[in-house]
């Protein structure tokens, strides 16, 4: 069975960092590419980053590049998001999502950006 | 940036009865490979989304057959045969043809 497990978030002040972590089990995550998605009530749902199955390649949306690193460790089966310079309007649940096309979500975890 | 458009964002549905979803993408969802990679998601009150249908018309496994998806181009459909308890919920549709992906703002399905 396919498990995305994540973890890492919480509340952060405005300026903030946190790091998100994705635990994958049940399939083959070094082939597998992986993104962050994120969900909020008023901009719905928003893919945040993408990173290949090796890692040698990543994309990022306008509003958080230079601030958010996507990565992954393969031996670990494990995908990351660190995420620097929050802003409130980075405040919403993050998936850990596998595939080009979204095939498996996790969970998620909650970020909240607030002072 | 593409965006997907959806309608209608609310789908009050009688039960046994058929319902069906709009999803329009402003550019092409064509990719260079030749496939069209559209999908469809559904998220059940407190759930995270779960794809239902990817490459426009193909189910995923465990998907019930009374849902379906067509289109091409631009405009893509949802359809449920016949509507269950069970189907209430949010759905997206998706692109993954271009960076950034894109969803719609989403139908919320409902029970009459």
């Known amino acids: 069975e396919v498990q995305l497990l994540e973890s890492g978030g919480g509340l952060v002040q405005p300026g903030g960092s946190l790091s998100l972590s994705c635990a994958a089990s049940?399939?083959?995550?070094?082939?597998?590419?992986m993104t962050w998605v994120r969900q909020t009530p008023g901009k719905g749902l928003e893919c945040v980053s993408l990173?290949?199955?090796?890692?040698?390649?990543?994309y990022y949306i306008d509003s958080v590049k230079g601030r958010f690193t996507i990565s992954r460790d393969n031996s670990k089966n494990t995908l990351y998001l660190e995420m620097n310079s929050l802003r409130a309007e980075d405040t919403a649940i993050y998936y850990c999502?596998?595939?080009?096309?979204?095939?498996?979500w996790g969970q998620g975890t909650m970020v909240i950006v607030s002072s | 940036d593409v965006v997907m458009t959806q309608s209608p964002l609310s789908l009050p549905v009688t039960l046994g009865q058929p319902a069906s979803i709009s999803c329009r993408s402003s550019q092409s969802l064509v990719h260079s490979d030749g496939n069209t990679y559209l999908s469809w998601f559904q998220q059940r009150p407190g759930q995270s989304p779960r794809r239902l249908i990817y490459?426009?018309?193909n189910r995923d496994s465990g998907v019930p057959d009374r849902f379906s998806g067509s289109g091409s181009g631009t405009d893509f459909t949802l359809k449920i045969s016949r509507v269950e308890a069970e189907d209430v919920g949010v759905y997206y549709c998706?692109?993954?043809?271009?960076?950034?992906?894109?969803f719609g703002q989403g139908t919320k399905v409902e029970i009459k």
């Open positions: 998706m692109q993954g043809t271009h960076w950034p992906r894109a």
């Open positions: 490459k426009v018309s």
């Open positions: 049940g399939f083959s995550f070094s082939t597998s590419a």
């Open positions: 999502v596998t595939g080009w096309q979204s095939s498996i």
């Open positions: 990173i290949y199955e090796s890692g040698g390649k990543t």
